[in-house]
């Protein structure tokens, strides 16, 4: 458990809407990555961010925007839903610093009709 | 172009034998490996690495190997035990560029009694 929580745990919502996805760590880590999962995909990267304010696009970054003005807190954004984007959104953060593993979240399952 | 190939999409395996699942990479940039588990409805949960400059990593009833020539890897659980049913990710990365994680598709594990 490396301190993550998300936020929901499930949404549904409509084409069209924004939808705004958080994680929140508590161990201060530098790291913070969302991924969605999908059958037949596996888990892809989104979105990282490898500091306050400092962030960089992931495989399957369109549709997605994402900001992180505190250490603790990671938001992804969905400007306007779209149904392509039903999807299991996890959070993800690295380990110790100059290791590549990651630890997730309990994730987010996103419906969007 | 899946970087990560994980081409048996279920394995069943009795308890108390060895269950082996494999993993195939693409990218010869790729220099760090890992394996997660996966139960329903819970995120991803880290399980065992290793390193291009290593073979094989053992960690308990985990081991994994890695041929490099080959660009193969494979998890081996010994003994295999029910708990371990679930679904596994291969996992794969280059050292220095933030830790981003390529993931294959996933192996679906049912250990049965």
């Known amino acids: 458990d490396a301190g993550i929580t998300q936020s929901p745990r499930h949404k549904v919502t409509e084409t069209g809407t924004p939808v705004t996805l958080r994680c929140h760590q508590t161990e201060n880590h530098r790291y913070m990555y969302w991924y969605r999962q999908d059958p037949g995909h596996g888990l892809r990267l989104i979105h990282y961010?490898?500091?306050?304010?400092?962030?960089d696009k992931g495989e399957v970054s369109d549709g997605y925007s994402v900001s992180r003005s505190k250490t603790e807190d990671f938001l992804l954004t969905l400007e306007s839903a779209t149904s392509s984007q039903t999807s299991v959104y996890f959070c993800?953060?690295?380990?110790?610093?100059?290791?590549?593993?990651?630890?997730f979240g309990p994730g987010t399952r996103l419906t969007v009709l | 172009d899946q970087q990560v190939k994980q081409n048996s999409p279920s394995l069943s395996v009795q308890e108390g034998r060895i269950s082996i699942l494999n993993c195939d990479y693409t990218?010869?940039?790729?220099?760090?490996f890992l394996w997660y588990k996966k139960y329903p409805a819970e995120g991803p949960t880290f399980l065992i690495s290793i390193s291009s400059i290593k073979d094989k990593n053992e960690d308990g009833r985990f081991t994994v190997f890695l041929n490099k020539s080959a660009k193969h890897l494979s998890l081996h659980i010994v003994p295999s035990q029910p708990g371990d049913s679930a679904v596994y990710f291969c996992?794969?990365?280059?050292?220095?560029?933030?830790?981003?994680?390529?993931f294959g598709t996933g192996t679906r594990l049912q250990v049965t009694l």
């Open positions: 996992a794969a990365t280059r050292t220095g560029t933030a830790s981003k994680l390529t």
């Open positions: 990218n010869s940039m790729f220099d760090y």
């Open positions: 993800a953060v690295q380990g110790a610093f100059g290791t590549d593993t990651q630890y």
């Open positions: 961010s490898y500091g306050v304010k400092d962030t």
